[in-house]
């Protein structure tokens, strides 16, 4: 029943910005925190970025921190993800992940989209 669909992918340049989104269905949005967790290839996962329900709190990865904006609008059932300079180490499957009500860990995750990739290259 719960569906997370990424979009917003393709090729970046280097330097250049993207914008991410993820919309969301089968469950009340506004109740869950969201995340947006990346895997570049043959790497492991890498948490992103997360917001809390009503987008009051925000929190970021030390490496995208000052160039990076979460944000939800809760009225559209939508995350969105917006990055600026990205660089070609950042070349990955971006995810949209949902966590569960009650947790203690930024990996609590219950559902997971199936990804949008992101290619920055020139």
């Known amino acids: 029943e719960v569906q997370l669909v990424e979009s917003g992918g393709g090729l970046v340049q280097p330097g250049g910005s993207l914008r991410l989104s993820c919309t969301a269905s089968?469950?009340?949005?506004?109740?869950?925190?969201m995340s947006w967790v990346r895997q570049a290839p043959g790497k492991g996962l890498e948490w992103v970025s997360g917001?809390?329900?009503?987008?009051?709190?925000?929190y970021y990865a030390d490496t995208v921190k000052d160039r990076s904006t979460i944000s939800r609008d809760n009225a559209k059932n939508t995350l969105y993800l917006e990055m600026n300079s990205l660089k070609s180490e950042e070349t990955a499957v971006y995810y949209c992940?949902?966590?569960?009500?009650?947790?203690?860990?930024?990996?609590?995750?219950?559902?997971w989209g199936k990804g949008t990739l992101v290619t920055v290259s020139s």
């Open positions: 917001i809390s329900w009503n987008g009051g709190r925000t």
């Open positions: 089968g469950f009340v949005f506004d109740d869950y925190d």
């Open positions: 992940a949902k966590h569960r009500r009650d947790y203690s860990d930024h990996w609590d995750m219950d559902y």
